[in-house]
């Protein structure tokens, strides 16, 4: 009997659930034989940089079974399967745990104080197949933003974008920007729970092809949220962030895993 983590991801919804799905793997490796199965096998060959023992890409959720047997158990990080689908994976899992895409999983690894040396970072997501940034990179200028490369971009687009911006931070040098950012404008929310819980200033820009999932989330933590690119709403919250009462989150990490495990049986 095998345990395998799945996590929808790709070049076109970025690696928000795989970000997450790191982080919770890597704690469950500890104790148990796991494998991180991602629907994208470019970002699967890249795990190991992750912190991940052993993963798999599966290209899309129905060849799951032709990695998988009968009475293993799953963890299923997705919500591309519909309620038969969920049913079926019910009956063929011994154990099957669907998480929420809302759900908050922060590493202890963001729950630092570094010195914040950087002051303004934008990162539009690590996707942008359409190349939306191009298209709206006018309503950020005027900001002296820093840019943060994602992992998905072209390589003549990714050229385009370095000479657009005067400083820029390679793919690899996430971790150390998300923790040394005062002022992250980002259209990902995990970037988003991460800053913030370095002691950061997150913006959020809700992107026309990105959940909606988290901005309950955000309100309650007086996240601000910048809708259809409204350019005068965003300058003016730059001026009053100073005054902003952001919320908290607390590590929360262990009680997931704990639930995971509990639930699985370890």
């Known amino acids: 009997m095998k345990t395998y983590y799945y996590v929808h991801t790709g070049h076109r919804i970025g690696l928000d659930r795989f970000r997450r799905a790191t982080t919770i793997v890597r704690e469950l490796q500890k104790d148990i034989e796991i494998t991180l199965l991602c629907s994208d096998f470019r970002i699967a060959s890249e795990a190991k940089s992750f912190g991940i023992k052993t993963s798999v890409g599966v290209d899309v959720v129905r060849n799951i079974p032709y990695i998988a047997h009968h009475g293993d158990k799953i963890i299923f990080d997705s919500d591309e399967a519909n309620p038969i689908m969920l049913e079926d994976m019910e009956q063929f899992f011994s154990s099957f745990i669907h998480l929420k895409e809302n759900e908050i999983v922060v590493d202890d690894k963001y729950f630092v104080n570094e010195p914040k040396t950087i002051k303004k970072v934008l990162f539009f997501g690590d996707d942008d197949y359409e190349?939306?940034?191009?298209?709206?990179?006018?309503?950020?200028?005027?900001?002296?933003?820093d840019l943060q490369l994602g992992f998905y971009y072209f390589?003549?687009?990714?050229?385009?974008?370095?000479?657009?911006?005067?400083?820029?931070?390679?793919?690899?040098?996430?971790?150390?920007?998300?923790?040394?950012?005062?002022?992250?404008?980002?259209?990902?929310?995990?970037?988003?729970?991460?800053?913030?819980?370095?002691?950061?200033?997150?913006?959020?820009?809700q992107r026309e092809d990105y959940t909606r999932g988290f901005r309950a989330i955000f309100e309650k933590?007086?996240?601000?949220?910048?809708?259809?690119?409204?350019?005068?709403?965003?300058?003016?919250?730059?001026e009053t962030l100073p005054e902003r009462n952001y919320g908290q989150i607390g590590k929360n990490s262990d009680k997931l895993i704990k639930f995971i495990k509990d639930s699985l049986n370890l």
């Open 221 to 238: 933590l007086n996240i601000p949220i910048v809708d259809n690119y409204n350019k005068k709403l965003f300058f003016e919250l730059f």
């Open 131 to 145: 190349k939306d940034l191009e298209k709206h990179l006018d309503f950020f200028d005027g900001l002296d933003l």
């Open 155 to 205: 390589l003549d687009y990714e050229d385009m974008l370095k000479k657009r911006f005067k400083n820029y931070h390679e793919f690899e040098d996430y971790d150390e920007m998300i923790t040394k950012t005062d002022i992250l404008v980002t259209s990902s929310p995990q970037a988003v729970l991460e800053n913030l819980s370095a002691g950061g200033r997150p913006i959020y820009i």
